[in-house]
């Protein structure tokens, strides 16, 4: 049942840093093109389309390596920030390799543009830190802890008197 429960917390976990990453991107790369446009004011409705576009491409490009690294921090018991953090660093490069990849069927640009692999780090930063704060920190929690083991107290110190069993 606990390990039911800790999936659970996986999922949530991972969707709200997806959202958390894709509303940076959103923020980060597209608002301030959207800003040269008109008068400078975006629509709310277009801002939660923005959103979700931004959720869905962040959780598409990291769904498969994010879920290999969240199965090693499980089996693992990581639960450090800076571990999940520096994760998540690693993630949002990664992704940001797969989106200018020269394969078919991924986005092509044919450079790296330092600005936006800078983003996608520093989005992949956050999201690792919000994952860690949801479901990071209880890492490995769902495993059955070892039984404690029997110690006999430590030795008298030399020179005192033990005491006596009784008769």
Do not use: S
């Given at each position: 049942?606990?390990?039911i429960g800790r999936v659970l917390m996986i999922m949530i976990g991972f969707?709200?840093?997806g959202a958390v990453a894709g509303a940076i991107l959103v923020a980060t790369l597209v608002m301030p093109e959207l800003r040269s446009f008109g008068n400078g004011v975006v629509e709310n409705d277009a801002l939660n389309v923005l959103d979700g576009v931004g959720f869905v491409a962040a959780m598409a490009f990291a769904v498969v390596p994010a879920l290999v690294l969240?199965?090693?921090s499980e089996a693992l018991a990581i639960r450090s920030l800076l571990a999940h953090a520096f994760a998540g660093g690693v993630l949002g490069l990664v992704s940001y390799f797969k989106w200018v990849s020269p394969e078919g069927g991924s986005l092509q640009f044919g450079?790296?543009?330092p600005h936006h692999l800078q983003v996608l780090a520093a989005a992949g930063v956050?999201?690792?830190m919000v994952?860690?704060?949801i479901t990071g920190r209880g890492a490995g929690n769902w495993r059955p802890r070892p039984a404690a083991v029997y110690r006999p107290p430590p030795p008298m110190p030399s020179g005192s008197i033990a005491p006596r069993?009784?008769?």
């Open positions: 049942m606990a390990l969707v709200v840093a969240i199965a090693i450079f790296i543009m956050v999201a690792g994952y860690w704060l069993e009784p008769k």
